[in-house]
């Protein structure tokens, strides 16, 4: 079966760092994905993970482990218009991707 | 077009009606890609187009729904005789090519459909 599993809410403070995490069961793994989608609004790309490691973007780390089935966004210096849903999803196919629902992230002042 | 279109926006109808949801895709991509999100829940895949034909209609969840695409560009999905448990909303996507490597999708803003 599929299953990829996200926290549901975060809450976090603005300037501070907060990292999301995503895990992950399917069968067929071609790559991540991370997307942000702010209420009411469509999933815009943030990040992409085939292999192993690290990659930086700006205020946006993603990090992919596949022997873990594990992935996290790191998010650093917060901003208020950072607050989204946080979407992580697993390429299964060539075209298919499997979502998690998503993960409402909360910045307070 | 600059972006994904989709229409409409908004769209309210009443139990058993038939509705037909548009989406444009970014010129020159050639895949493209219905979803359903419901309040609270992951992007649930429908369908998939590679050009105009449907690879993969596994997603559909039931024969009331169904797409086309005509000239590798717009596709239209339509769902017949609507239930309440069709409101959601129904996000089209689309990628350069689909078949291999990152082809990141790109989303449109979405209709949101209520069922009354």
């Known amino acids: 079966g599929q299953n990829i599993d996200q926290p549901t809410e975060m809450t976090a403070t603005e300037g501070a760092i907060v990292q999301i995490n995503c895990t992950y069961q399917t069968s067929g793994f071609n790559g991540l994905f991370w997307y942000q989608q702010h209420a009411g609004e469509a999933p815009t790309f943030l990040s992409y993970?085939?292999l192993d490691g690290l990659e930086e973007k700006g205020r946006f780390s993603s990090f992919l482990s596949r022997s873990k089935g594990y992935s996290y966004l790191l998010l650093k210096e917060l901003q208020m218009k950072d607050s989204a849903s946080y979407l992580c999803?697993?390429?299964?196919?060539?075209?298919?991707?499997?979502w998690g629902a998503g993960t409402k992230l909360i910045i307070k002042p | 077009g600059a972006g994904v279109s989709q229409s409409p926006s908004n769209k309210v109808t009443e139990k058993g009606k038939d509705v037909e949801l548009r989406c444009d895709p970014i010129s020159g991509h050639t895949a493209l890609y219905w979803y359903r999100q419901s309040l609270g829940q992951g992007l649930e895949f429908l369908i998939y187009f590679q050009g105009n034909s449907a690879p993969d209609k596994s997603g559909l969840p039931s024969d009331r729904f169904s797409a086309e695409r005509t000239g590798g560009s717009v596709s239209t999905l339509t769902i017949q005789r609507t239930q309440q448990e069709d409101s959601a909303v129904y996000l089209c996507a689309s990628s350069f090519h689909g078949t291999s490597g990152q082809e990141t999708q790109y989303f449109g803003p979405g209709t949101r459909l209520l069922v009354l």
């Open positions: 999803a697993v390429r299964k196919s060539n075209y298919q991707l499997i």
């Open positions: 993970n085939v």
